[in-house]
């Protein structure tokens, strides 16, 4: 790294590190920064030598030109800062992602004065599409912008920057907003993972099946009776209190109810060497395990998860890989 974009890094470093992490973000004269942009520097360039040339010759029009042109940028600049002061940013937490998945970062801008705010844009500081809107007055609306997780675990969100060169693009008027929220990202599941070894439940050796409960079992759903079931499938006791309430009517277990398994995903298990191979292999197998409408469990260093199933069993065993 040469000196000057070393010096640039520990700059932005400490500059960082003196902004307080906030997920609301209100603008004012404190956090709101102003500086003249290409056009900008070109245009102050143009301005001397019209206000030279003018006092060079005595042109009164070329006065009356420069001092208009002036008194147009600083009106433009005083415009340009007040379209970010007194905006209200309020980012919307992110739900967890896959690692290497591209997150939505959804930015809530609210404008609480009467005028409309135009040309405010939303960006990350490391580069990247811009996500631009138009602001009502004493309205709302969202922005929303595109990032790539960078790796596994609880990252903390990106440095925001919001701006604006509204109205002549001769001032960039700019803040920079660290916010406090983080998103926790799940190791990348394994594409091609092959299927979990199904020996014995005490076997140690492989993602073990532990139990199976074939159809017909007492587990299996309880329906009315139909023509043509077979008399093993009838519940006799069900049967006889429907009897004696007078409905007559037999009660059948479900003989179409699918088979259930129970299955251990066991970190030692996965037949790789690498930590992040292991929990992407296992990933995919508990994405693959729910999908399948199995019962399953995970086994990580110092942590088991007993054997259930549903949508809040996955996140649990998926925060337990990316944590892990």
Known sequence: MNPLAWARARLRRWWQARLRPTDHHHLTQRNVYILPTGPGLMLTATLLVLLLASINFQ????????????????????????????????????????????????????NPTAKPRYGVGLALPDGGDWAWAEVPARGSTELKLSWVTPHRGLVSLPLLTAETRFPMGAFRVWTLWRPAASILVYPRPETSAPEWSNTDAGDNDGAAVVARLPAGDDLDGLRAYRPGDALKHIVWKKA???????????????????????????????????????????CAWVCRAESRGLRYGLRLPGRHIAVDSGVEHRRICLEALALC
Request: charged content about 15%.
């Open 240 to 282: 006889a209190q429907t009897l004696v309430t007078g409905s007559g009517s037999l009660v059948s277990r479900d003989s179409n109810s699918r088979q259930t398994a129970e299955v251990w995903l066991d970190f030692a298990s996965t037949g790789l060497a690498d930590k992040e191979g292991r929990l992407s292999r296992l």
């Open 59 to 110: 042109l009164n029009l070329g006065y009356a030109l420069t001092f208009l042109l002036a008194g147009c940028s600083v009106v433009g600049m005083h415009m340009g800062h007040g379209t970010l002061r007194g905006l209200h940013l309020h980012l919307v937490p992110p739900t967890a992602q896959f690692l290497d998945a591209t997150t939505t970062l959804m930015v809530r801008v609210h």
